[in-house]
């Protein structure tokens, strides 16, 4: 018991015993579902971008996905080194959550007490794991395991400028995982614009603007250079900036929905600002505001906030909400070790779950991975299958664990087939979904076809598509069987 209390001591008050200790949280929150197939579609789609790289062909070429080249990057990492392992992808994510949560434990202590920093940190790991598709590896978690630190950087005494290029390095990073950062780039921009300003008042004070600039410039110019090499300087630029702007203009929120999805981080704001609790004149405050409204802009200009985008904000809203609450209201805290306990009983009942799912699943078909991506290939290979021409309109994922490549580059994923404001990224023959779709169904003729049982293949607005797909399936398959959620649907031979 003495050495687990001095294990523990050591975890609460080292700053590698507090990384450790994150880390060590994150895994047991995430843990039962590293063996699931299938958490989000866009991960499954990053997986299959990071082994198209590992195949020899850069993003863009052989597959296509709107995402910047630096996300299929840290999917490849894991697949280069350890093959087709979904267990290295989601430690890979313990890891990138940790070092988010970690900052953010470190910029709440500029304001507050340690044990209040630590619980923001627990809490950080838990907002990024739970509710909905959160337990994946997810884009936003990348990104901000560069943003998070970049911002820190900057907190720094005096903001020495080799400090200002680490996080203009960091920030380029976290943009050319997901662009709509640069919002909050451009934001954090003008707060070193000011800070050095007010540093020096004079023409040096030009100096870490411009150095901070240079370090996200490099970033992106690194990402450029495999494509300017290889004269693809026009599907970079196509992909990686004009592609997003298309996307963010065409699927976008009712303003009502997107009110009710930001006010909770506008209110916490305004209240900051109505009780005087945030005093612009600390650095760290200043960041942390600054860095939140530049994501609520890129919330607003990008018209739409899934569950998952709010992975964007939980690290930088999180401490500001800890020093309100704690200048505004005398709270007791209990001892750590209590604090922790709660956090493990109250806070992940979804993991509690899926270990009892695993555990079910394991009694039933002795593996712990589960899942249809899982399942249907297993069900090719036990019943010798053709699998040179299968379309997944569902579980994609099955795709890497076939080892088959999509019918087309936009069939990576389903909803990409009728994303045809992103079509003349790739420069697609085909202008329009519906194109696209009759092409992939009637042309390519796909021997075998999945899609998931009792649901729509597309969004309920899609009622024109749906009806043709669903008629195309009565008319040219036949149900070949049903695996777990999964329905196969067999080509018939005429």
């Known amino acids: 018991m003495k050495g687990f209390l001095r294990a523990f001591n050591w975890l609460k008050k080292s700053e590698k015993g507090i990384f450790l200790g994150l880390f060590l949280y994150g895994f047991f929150v995430r843990l039962p579902f590293f063996f699931r197939d299938y958490i989000d579609r866009d991960e499954s789609t990053f997986?299959?971008?990071g082994q198209s790289w590992v195949d020899g062909h850069l993003p863009f070429t052989e597959l296509w996905d709107i995402k910047p080249p630096l996300t299929f990057f840290f999917f490849a990492i894991p697949i280069y080194l350890f093959g087709k392992s979904f267990i290295a992808i989601r430690l890979l994510g313990v890891f990138f959550i940790t070092v988010s949560s970690f900052y953010t434990y470190k910029l709440s202590l500029t304001n507050t007490?340690?044990?209040?920093?630590?619980?923001?940190?627990?809490?950080?790991?838990?907002?990024?794991?739970m509710f909905g598709s959160l337990q994946g590896l997810m884009s936003e978690h990348i990104s901000m395991a560069f943003l998070v630190p970049a911002i820190w950087f900057l907190t720094k005494k005096d903001m020495p400028t080799w400090n200002v290029f680490i996080s203009g390095l960091l920030v380029g990073c976290a943009l050319m995982v997901k662009l709509n950062l640069a919002y909050i780039g451009l934001f954090v921009g003008l707060v070193v614009i000011y800070t050095a300003y007010q540093k020096s008042r004079s023409k040096s004070s030009l100096i870490q603007p411009v150095v901070y600039g240079l370090g996200?410039?490099?970033?992106?110019?690194?990402?450029?250079?495999?494509?300017y090499f290889n004269n693809l300087s026009l599907l970079w630029w196509k992909s990686v900036i004009k592609a997003p702007l298309a996307y963010a203009g065409a699927r976008q929120y009712s303003s009502i929905k997107l009110i009710l999805y930001l006010s909770p981080f506008v209110l916490l704001l305004f209240f900051g600002w109505r009780k005087k609790v945030f005093n612009l004149?600390?650095?760290?405050?200043?960041l942390l505001i600054i860095t939140t409204l530049g994501t609520l802009v890129a919330y607003v200009k990008g018209g739409r906030v899934n569950g998952h985008y709010l992975i964007l904000i939980y690290p930088l809203v999180l401490p500001l909400l800890a020093i309100a609450v704690s200048k505004l209201v005398k709270i007791r805290l209990p001892k750590p070790l209590i604090t922790i306990g709660i956090l493990f009983?109250?806070?992940?009942?979804?993991?509690?779950l899926e270990y009892a799912a695993i555990l079910k699943n394991n009694v039933e078909r002795k593996t712990f991975y589960n899942g249809e991506g899982i399942s249907v290939p297993k069900y090719f290979i036990e019943n010798k299958l053709e699998t040179d021409n299968v379309l997944y309109l569902e579980y994609h994922i099955g795709y890497w664990v076939m080892g088959i490549k999509p019918p087309t580059k936009s069939a990576i994923q389903p909803s990409n087939?009728?994303?045809?404001e992103m079509f003349f990224a790739y420069d697609n023959p085909r202008t329009t979904g519906e194109e696209e779709l009759k092409y992939?169904?009637?042309s390519r003729k796909p021997d075998y076809i999945i899609t998931r049982k009792n649901r729509r293949i597309f969004d309920k607005k899609e009622i024109a598509?749906?009806?043709?797909?669903?008629?195309?399936?009565?008319?040219?398959?036949?149900?070949?069987?049903?695996?777990?959620?999964?329905?196969?649907?067999?080509?018939?031979?005429?």
């Open 465 to 494: 598509v749906n009806f043709y797909t669903n008629l195309q399936l009565l008319q040219h398959y036949t149900v070949l069987d049903t695996v777990e959620g999964a329905i196969i649907h067999k080509r018939l031979k005429r």
């Open 345 to 352: 009983l109250l806070i992940p009942i979804e993991s509690y």
């Open 417 to 420: 087939i009728l994303k045809d």
């Open 113 to 129: 007490s340690r044990r209040i920093a630590v619980i923001v940190g627990l809490l950080t790991v838990s907002l990024q794991s």
């Open 216 to 227: 996200i410039l490099l970033v992106i110019l690194l990402t450029f250079l495999p494509y």
């Open 440 to 442: 992939i169904l009637e």
């Open 281 to 286: 004149k600390n650095q760290t405050i200043l």
């Open 47 to 49: 997986i299959l971008m």
